[in-house]
Antibody
Framework: EVQLVESGGGLVQPGGSLRLSCAASGFTFSSYSMNWVRQAPGKGLEWLSY????????YYADSVKGRFTISRDNAKNSLYLQMNSLRDEDTAVYYC?????????????WGQGTLVTVSS | QTVVTQEPSFSVSPGETVTLTCALSSGSVSTSYNPSWYQQTPGQAPRTLIY???TRSSGVPDRFSGSILGNRSALTITGAQADDESDYYC??????????FGGGTKLTVL
């Protein structure tokens, strides 16, 4: 069974940093590109970042470019999101999502999310 | 700044057919944007319904279908059921490593 489990969320002050992790199981992690998507309280989904299987291709949304860094460790079946210079507006549930197959918008499996709260 | 627009809310009676749409602030949505549709209930992660315009994800009932209608991507629910009451999101791949979700549609079945 495919499972994605996020961790690392919590309360952080504005300007602070946090590192999210996504532990993958039930599939060959190294064969799939991955994404981070977030959802602010009561709001819609926002795509944040993409990483290819070998980490050779990485993309970011403008809203997080220069502040967030996506990475992966295929040996540990894990995906990461290093978040620096956090702002109030980064408060959200953060999901990792697997890209299924060749369709770029097919996020076929999602974790349950981890809540990040940025507040003083 | 690309904006993807969905109806904020929609109401449908059980058994009726409803079509939700996904439009671009400028230009037409075509299959080249690979539109996909997601269903989300409160407190849950999104679930894939339709990807690549009209391909139903595994396990999704065939009352859900995707298409291009005019200049928009469309999700049609034929014979809506009570448990279809959810938020629905479309997402487009804009190219050059950019994905944009629509604002979502809150569907009420009553």
């Amino acid at each position: 069974e495919v499972q994605l489990v996020e961790s690392g969320g919590g309360l952080v002050q504005p300007g602070g940093s946090l590192r999210l992790s996504c532990a993958a199981s039930g599939f060959t992690f190294s064969s799939y590109s991955m994404n981070w998507v977030r959802q602010a309280p009561g709001k819609g989904l926002e795509w944040l970042s993409y990483i290819s299987t070998s980490s050779s291709t990485i993309y970011y949304a403008d809203s997080v470019k220069g502040r967030f860094t996506i990475s992966r460790d295929n040996a540990k079946n894990s995906l990461y999101l290093q978040m620096n210079s956090l702002r109030d507006e980064d408060t959200a549930v953060y999901y990792c999502a697997r890209r299924g197959g060749s369709c770029p918008t097919n996020f076929d499996y999602w974790g349950q999310g981890t809540l990040v709260t940025v507040s003083s | 700044q690309t904006v993807v627009t969905q109806e904020p809310s929609f109401s449908v009676s059980p058994g009726e057919t409803v079509t939700l749409t996904c439009a671009l602030s400028s230009g037409s949505v075509s299959t080249s944007y690979n539109p996909s549709w997601y269903q989300q209930t409160p407190g849950q992660a999104p679930r894939t319904l339709i990807y690549s315009t009209n391909t139903r994800s595994s396990g999704v009932p065939d009352r859900f279908s995707g298409s291009i209608l005019g200049n928009r991507s469309a999700l049609t629910i034929t014979g809506a059921q009570a448990d279809d009451e959810s938020d629905y999101y479309c997402v487009l791949y804009m190219g050059s490593g950019s994905w944009v979700f629509g604002g979502g549609t809150k569907l009420t079945v009553l």
